[in-house]
């Protein structure tokens, strides 16, 4: 199973994480462990801000989420409850990943023991 066309598709929208009319995306909406298995740190981090600005009284709703696809609203729901939640063990509200640091980018950061961070990662290709 493979992606389509995202933009080719009726009620397209770049905000949505997963899109209707996708197979894959359907696929992982069906199955959400196949989403978060998948997910990039990038598209966690949209997928988890998502949750919070369509369900959060402080999240400003349609205006900031526009239309949200069928296959994403299993996706953020469960987003959603886990910041309830955190939010209840006293981590606010705020739509933003609960940790330390940014999210690394697959393959660009690389943790540092010795510092105890992440870093940019040394490319010695060229």
Same mark, same amino acid.
């Given at each position: 199973?493979?992606?389509?066309?995202?933009?080719?598709?009726?009620?397209?929208?770049?905000?949505?994480?997963?899109?209707?009319?996708c197979p894959e995306c359907l696929h992982r909406s069906a199955d959400p462990v196949m989403f978060f298995?998948?997910?990039?740190?990038?598209?966690?981090?949209?997928?988890?801000?998502?949750?919070?600005d369509w369900k959060a009284s402080k999240g400003g709703g349609y205006e900031v989420t526009g239309d949200?696809?069928?296959?994403?609203?299993?996706?953020?729901?469960?987003?959603?409850?886990?910041?309830?939640?955190?939010?209840?063990?006293?981590?606010?509200?705020?739509? *933003?990943?609960?940790?330390?640091?940014?999210?690394?980018?697959?393959?660009?950061?690389?943790?540092?023991?010795? *510092?105890?961070?992440?870093?940019?990662?040394?490319?010695?290709?060229?």
């Open positions: 199973m493979s992606h389509v066309y995202h933009e080719a598709q009726p009620n397209y929208d770049e905000r949505q994480v997963l899109h209707d009319g298995a998948h997910a990039d740190n990038h598209t966690f981090a949209r997928a988890w801000k998502r949750a919070f949200l696809s069928h296959a994403e609203l299993p996706i953020l729901n469960i987003l959603w409850g886990i910041q309830v939640c955190l939010e209840r063990a006293g981590v606010p509200l705020t739509g *933003k990943l609960p940790v330390p640091a940014p999210m690394p980018t697959p393959g660009a950061w690389v943790y540092d023991h010795e *510092k105890g961070q992440y870093v940019p990662e040394e490319r010695t290709d060229g």
